[in-house]
Structure formats: structure tokens, C-alpha cells
């Protein structure tokens, strides 16, 4: 028999943001696999906003990212390819996490538009949460 569940991620960080919109406030989970890959999900959301739970690796977000045309700031559609058949939600609210942690930034005065940033400073936090051996519990 094949076993075709997914494998357990660890939760390394809690944290809460504001939606892009900022009338609603989010709570996301990142966490790591035994290869020490990052994930993130959205768990809740202050409002009434549908959005699907299932983790997302970072790799494939920076890999949607690198795909989007040059010219073409980064928003929520980026990461629809990612989330095909889910809420059309939670491209938006993955995003707003993104924003929380540092790896997009607002470009000024386009509210629903990003840049990437080169996460660096969020992947040295990461791995300090890895290697300290951080296991929140995801309630």
C-alpha cells in the first residue's frame, strides 16, 4: 500500500498580520519538513474570508515569483497557479504573510502590488528556529 499522506510539518512560527486590505487580521503558520524546507498556511482570519489550510513551500512561491513576468509588479494572481481549485483567497492572504515576514514589500502607492525581496534576513531567523528544534503546538 503507497502512502500518499503528506508529510508532517513542523511549526516554527506563529504569526498574525493584517489582510492586504487591512480590514481583517490573519494568523499563519510557518514550518519546516524533515529536509528542513520552509512552508507557510494561513490558519484563521479575523473576517469572513473562505481560504484553504494546506502549506505552501516557499521554493514553489519563490519559483511562481521568478516565473512572473519582469515587468509586472507581483500580486495576489502570482500565486494562483499554486492554487488551483482552492479559495481565491488565499493567494491574497499568503501574500499578506509574505509582506509580514519581508520577503515582499508594498511598492509605493499600489496597494495590491509587491516587489520581491531577497529573503535573507527571514531565512537566517528560520534556520535559527530549525536548528533550536522549535515545535509549536499548531493550536
Avoid at 508594498?106 to 527571514?122: A, C, D
Amino acid at each position: 500500500m503507497t502512502n500518499t499522506q503528506e508529510p508532517t510539518k513542523r511549526i516554527i512560527k506563529k504569526g498574525t498580520c493584517p489582510t492586504l486590505s487591512g480590514k481583517e487580521t490573519l494568523t499563519y503558520h510557518i514550518g519546516c519538513d524533515e529536509g528542513n524546507a520552509i512552508y507557510f498556511r494561513v490558519v484563521a482570519n479575523s473576517g469572513n474570508g473562505f481560504f484553504n489550510k494546506d502549506w505552501l513551500a516557499l521554493t514553489d512561491i519563490q519559483k511562481c515569483f521568478d516565473e512572473w513576468p519582469v515587468d509586472s509588479s507581483i500580486t495576489s494572481f502570482t500565486l494562483w497557479s499554486l492554487l488551483k481549485g482552492k479559495s481565491a483567497n488565499t493567494s491574497a492572504f499568503i501574500l499578506a504573510a509574505l509582506k509580514e515576514e519581508g520577503i515582499v514589500s508594498t511598492l509605493k502607492g499600489k496597494r495590491r502590488n509587491h516587489e520581491y525581496i531577497e529573503p535573507v534576513e527571514f531565512l537566517a531567523e528560520m534556520d535559527k528556529l530549525i536548528d533550536a528544534g522549535v515545535n509549536l503546538d499548531p493550536d
